[in-house]
């Protein structure tokens, strides 16, 4: 089955202390990226691939990192994380990097920062 | 910067009859515009893309329309049924751009 994974779904921690939230695909898709969804604001992107070893900020990347080492994998790291950083994680990727091409999202990460 | 509304945050109607909904856009001349649909606590599904020459698409019960001129979309549901209650999303894309931006959403609420 075609999907996006992410792991994990929930999580809670504390002010500061490093954390990754990982992203998977199987639909050997070039174009991957991060975005955050809060109320009233929408999805708004943090960082994309177009491929491997290539990546870029997107509209909100203060406070992440990402990197994308093989093609299906494109971890999101918080090196310090922040109580504005609570949100909804979604990974997605697609097929190319044109913008034809519909997104697969994941299920979604929710992350509080405490 | 490019900005883009979704006509209201929640829409109530009568199942049976046709939702529309709209997005709008400014400071922006997308070559694609597409349409997702999000269930509370998932992540949103594609449902229907449209390109800046195409006037009208459409896909069973659902309709889009992309008007340049007027910098808007309008996503229609015919026949509307209470499982077509979730949050809209529309999204827009340039030519050669590679990011998707999203408006914030309408939250459709199809009553029995």
């Known amino acids: 089955e075609a999907q996006v994974t992410q792991n994990p779904r929930y999580l809670i921690t504390v002010t500061g202390k490093k954390l990754t939230v990982t992203c998977s695909q199987n639909?050997?898709?070039?174009?991957m990226s991060w975005y955050r969804q809060d109320p009233g604001l929408g999805l708004r992107q943090i960082y994309y691939s177009m491929n491997v070893e290539v990546t870029d900020k997107g509209d909100v990347p203060e406070g992440y990192k990402v990197s994308r080492k093989e093609k299906r994998n494109f971890p999101l790291i918080l090196e310090s994380p922040s109580p504005n950083q609570t949100s909804l994680y979604f990974c997605a990727s697609r097929e190319r990097r044109t913008g034809v091409d519909e997104q697969y999202f994941g299920p979604g990460t929710r992350l509080t920062v405490t | 910067s490019q900005k883009i509304e979704q006509n209201s945050e929640a829409l109530n109607i009568q199942e049976g009859k046709t939702a529309t909904l709209t997005c709008n856009y400014t400071n922006y001349s997308p070559a694609y515009l597409q349409w997702y649909r999000q269930d509370p606590g998932r992540g949103p599904v594609f449902l229907l893309l449209i390109r800046e020459n195409e006037k009208e698409k459409r896909k069973e019960r659902l309709k889009v329309t992309f008007d340049t001129t007027l910098k808007q979309s309008l996503f229609h549901i015919t026949a509307s049924q209470p499982a077509d209650s979730a949050t809209y999303l529309c999204?827009?894309?340039?030519?050669?751009?590679?990011?998707?931006?999203f408006g914030t959403g309408t939250r459709l609420t199809v009553i029995p």
């Open positions: 999204a827009l894309a340039g030519g050669g751009a590679n990011n998707l931006f």
């Open positions: 639909m050997n898709h070039e174009y």
